[in-house]
């Protein structure tokens, strides 16, 4: 059966049963349209070349689609994966190999600690980070240097580090209690070391912007419903065959990504079967997908009491792409940040390769 493109979320809406399309509309506005253009006949075999045929970018089918109550927006054109890109080239395992001996690969001498000490795990341990941008934040450096080796054990390990500082940190300044897990792999994704590492903050008095955002949107969407926004979320990307649940773990390719195969993985709590889904999705990533920088990060509610306005709200992972580590060119530009995310990759590809790895 061939894969829908992201061009036929219209059509598809239209072919869902009452509720469903209720539902997915409720949340969601699609807009449609076609961009045009008349290319000089100089430009023609370039085109061609470049693009497949006239035709293709003379016509080009372009998908908007809003949450109605994150106000998050994704505008989707796959012909823009076609664009000619400055690659440097270059060996990037030769690259990665060449740094090491960064400080991460001494970490007892080369990062500072935390006043209360590292928190160590199997294949992890925990450095202060150098320059901090919340003032408690940490590195939390893996073994293996090269980020890409990624081991289902390697991962879990990471997270539940992670968990134990931001667990530390809250025990040591108890009003310190909104819990934030970041990883950021290669440059293109914004690390500036090579070696393989995540990153965790817990801020006091609210949670980061992004974070409330999902919560506000949440709680306004539970009292204007009278369902449950996350519950929503999954069915209307499941009824699309974009989303499915593995062992209590709900895995969708979001409709409205911050950037290219955006991957959403949702529990109730952080349990081991959400951080062996935060493995497969990673590696559905590298060994399927070719994606060779990504950027993840973990919602959590906060980690005591009061927890007013944060019921329902489960925990979840961002995974998304960053592209290649050999492009000059930015992934992103002025669109994504004063407008809106700007997709050329296909969710529905990316809801295939996952449900094939998750399946394995």
């Known amino acids: 059966m061939a894969v829908p493109r992201i061009t036929d979320l219209p059509q598809l ?22 961009g ?21 970018v003379e016509q080009q089918k372009i998908v908007r689609v809003v949450n109605r ?19 440097t ?29 590292r928190i160590r795990g199997r294949s992890s341990a925990t450095a202060s980070n150098v320059a901090k941008y919340e003032a408690w934040s940490a590195v939390i450096v893996f073994d293996e240097h090269n980020p890409l080796r990624l081991t289902e054990a390697g991962v879990d390990d ?25 990883w950021n792999c290669l440059w293109r994704s914004g690390s500036s070391i090579v070696h393989g590492h995540a990153q965790a903050a817990v ?47 709900r895995v969708l390719a979001h409709l409205t990504p911050l950037k290219e195969r955006e991957t959403l993985l949702i529990a109730p709590s952080l349990t081991p079967e959400l951080r062996r889904a935060v493995y497969l999705a990673l590696s559905t990533f590298t060994e399927r997908l070719g994606v060779r920088s990504f950027n993840a990060g973990m919602y959590h509610p906060p980690l005591a009491a009061p927890r007013a306005g944060w019921k329902g709200f489960p925990v979840l992972f961002r995974v998304l792409d960053r592209g290649d580590p050999g492009n000059r060119n930015s992934d992103i530009g002025a ?26």
């Open 36 to 56: 045009t253009l008349v290319p000089p006949p100089e430009m023609h075999s370039w085109i061609e070349g470049q693009f497949g045929s006239l035709e293709t």
């Open 158 to 182: 990471a997270i539940r580090t992670a968990w134990a500082w931001a667990a530390r940190v809250h025990q040591v300044d108890p009003p310190a209690r909104f819990f934030l897990f970041m």
């Open 89 to 117: 080239g270059g060996d990037l395992e030769a690259e990665i190999e060449a740094t090491t001996g960064d400080p991460f690969c001494n970490l007892d001498t080369g990062t500072p600690a935390d006043v209360f000490g």
């Open 13 to 34: 809406v239209g072919t869902l049963p009452p509720e469903d399309r209720s539902r997915f509309r409720r949340l969601f506005e699609v807009v449609a349209g076609t």
């Open 203 to 249: 801020a006091r008095r609210r949670h980061y912007a992004h974070v409330e955002r999902w919560r506000l949107a949440a709680a306004a969407y539970r009292r204007r419903c009278r369902t449950a926004y996350f519950e929503d979320l999954f069915e209307a990307h499941r009824a699309l065959g974009l989303a499915f649940e593995d062992r209590g773990v």
């Open 335 to 360: 669109m994504e940040l004063f407008a809106a995310s700007v997709i050329a990759s296909n969710p529905f590809d990316v809801a295939a390769a996952l449900r094939q790895r998750f399946s394995e």
């Open 69 to 87: 109550w994150t106000l998050e927006e994704a505008l989707f054109n796959e012909l823009r994966s076609r664009r000619p890109l400055d690659n």
